[in-house]
């Protein structure tokens, strides 16, 4: 896999924190580092150039909803989902394991593959462990994930084993069907929040030679002491040399927490979720702009922020267009927020570099009123 790299440049002495650098076909991503999603081949209400300013270097985009709409024949007749989107920079696409389980009704699960009802025209369709990975083949991205039965919490223990345990299964199918050299294909640790099924999950997916490995079936309704627990049991049983992903997980203090246990990458919907609800990520707080103490208040959302919506705007006019519901408003917000949370895995990797993590981050893991979620 000639194509895909990761070097460490830093360990923390204190901490499994670490500083690295990941090559893929489309560029690098400096680690640890946020990545922002672009679920259906954009990430909502900003441009790819947009996006660029904001320091994201690697961005997501997920199967199950570009395989409803517009399908990926069509991704593929506009050049792939790079060309297509017009981002030429490092790419991932998730395997729909996670939204098939999440977000569809009326679905069957079999051995070989889930079946369910298309929320757009109700037609039953079926995505098995080859359809995933022949759609994220065709997709393209740079990164693409094993398609994994992500059990919903609370489960009983005989049902996340046998989640987790099929995930292994479909996985070797996934393995036997990826068709891309210039594609790396990571695997899924599951195994809900009992810690012995991670142990062993994440052991013996460390005993396949895989150009990264992910942690999935976090931040889906556990508490936020188990969804810690689960990762410093598992991240460091995962290959040192290879790039450790936490799916959906992006708070400051999640992803402090993580970091601290050896994961890399982050990624997750609140920054653009929150701005379309007209909320400012500022420095760990949650900022409601529709609040009347920011209507005459000329000051930009962050003066320490040098994005460009903090450059050339005021909390007042992004108040006003809050109020007015214009969409420049959700744009602002988003690049704004983006670009806080970009900002804040960069400072903690400058900080890895400097052997300064625990010193200059320690305090956002023992303060759970740090947690925003
Ligand atoms: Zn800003």
Redesign the pocket.
């Given at each position: 896999m000639s194509n895909f790299s990761f070097r460490l440049v830093a360990n923390c002495s204190q901490t499994q924190a670490r500083a690295g650098v990941f090559s893929t076909p489309h560029g690098i991503v400096e680690t640890p580092r946020f990545m922002p999603v672009g679920t259906l081949a954009n990430v909502k209400t900003v441009t790819p150039a947009q996006l660029e300013d904001t320091g994201a270097q690697m961005i997501l985009s997920n199967t199950y909803h570009l395989h409803l709409q517009p399908g990926e024949k069509i991704v593929a007749g506009g050049g792939g989902l790079h060309k297509f989107m017009a981002w030429n920079g490092p790419m991932l696409t998730d395997s729909g394991g996670f939204q098939v389980f999440s977000l569809s009704e009326m679905r069957k699960i079999t051995e070989e593959g889930v079946v369910f009802r298309s929320p757009h025209d109700g037609q039953m369709i079926k995505l098995t462990p080859e359809k995933s990975i022949e759609i994220q083949n065709i997709l393209g991205a740079d990164v693409i994930m094993a398609f994994d039965e992500c059990p919903p919490y609370p489960a009983t223990y005989q049902e996340v084993t046998a989640a987790t345990d099929r995930t292994y299964r479909w996985l070797e199918r996934c393995i036997m069907s990826h068709q891309r050299l210039d594609q790396a294909l990571f695997p899924i640790v599951q195994g809900g929040v009992y810690l012995d099924l991670r142990t062993r999950a994440a052991t013996d997916l460390a005993k396949l030679d895989m150009p990264g490995y992910a942690i999935g079936g976090v931040s889906v309704g556990e508490p936020p002491e188990l969804m810690a627990q689960i990762v410093r049991t598992t991240a460091p049983l995962l290959p040192r040399n290879k790039p450790r992903y936490l799916m959906g997980v992006g708070t400051y203090r999640e992803m402090v927490i993580a970091i601290a246990a050896g994961v890399d990458l982050f990624d997750c919907v609140i920054p653009t979720r929150w701005a379309r609800h007209g909320t400012a990520m500022v420095q760990g707080e949650r900022w409601n702009l529709k609040n009347a103490k920011f209507r005459e208040d000329f000051a930009?959302?962050?003066e320490t922020?040098h994005?460009y919506?903090?450059s050339n705007f005021s909390r007042a006019y992004v108040s006003h267009l809050v109020r007015s519901q214009e969409i420049l408003a959700y744009t602002l917000l988003s690049i704004?927020n983006i670009?806080?949370l970009i900002r804040f895995t960069q400072a903690i990797r400058e900080s890895i570099l400097q052997n300064r993590f625990l010193t200059d981050f320690g305090h956002w893991m023992n303060d759970p009123e740090k947690d925003l979620e």
């Open positions: 930009p959302i962050d922020c994005c919506t903090c704004h670009t806080e």
